[in-house]
């Protein structure tokens, strides 16, 4: 029921930053989760952050906490990973997650999620 469109991505040097963007359109719901996840080559997809749209409880992965922060705003059913002191270990492709009904054990697990955006690559050069 919801398209997801992401923007923001690009090259960026080691310790700088980004902010993406993901855009929900179509039906939402008020329970909605959203998420980002990312995948570099030849590596499984890692959970970064999710955010609960109705209480707006955050959710991050170990390797970005304390640098990255998910926002939304509620008006324009848009999230937002801001992304600080970024490292090469960063780099792969970043996807945003939608879910009507995502449970707390489950936030950070890609499967539960059935709505995905097209991705958008990030790049920390050296």
């Known amino acids: 029921q919801v398209q997801l469109v992401e923007s923001g991505g690009g090259l960026v040097q080691a310790g700088g930053s980004l902010r993406l963007s993901c855009a929900a359109s179509?039906?939402?719901?008020?329970?909605?989760?959203m998420g980002w996840f990312r995948q570099a080559p030849g590596k499984e997809r890692e959970f970064v952050a999710a955010?609960?749209?109705?209480?707006?409880?955050?959710y991050y992965g170990d390797s970005v906490k304390g640098r990255f922060t998910i926002s939304r705003d509620n008006a324009k059913i848009t999230v937002y990973l801001q992304m600080n002191s970024l490292k090469p270990e960063d780099t792969a492709v970043y996807y945003c997650?939608?879910?009507?009904?995502?449970?707390?054990?489950?936030?950070?697990?890609?499967?539960?999620?059935?709505?995905w955006g097209q991705g958008t690559q990030v790049t920390v050069s050296s």
């Open positions: 997650a939608a879910d009507a009904n995502v449970q707390r054990p489950t936030i950070a697990v890609a499967t539960a999620y059935d709505h």
């Open positions: 179509g039906r939402t719901f008020s329970r909605y989760a």
């Open positions: 955010i609960r749209w109705s209480e707006s409880s955050t």
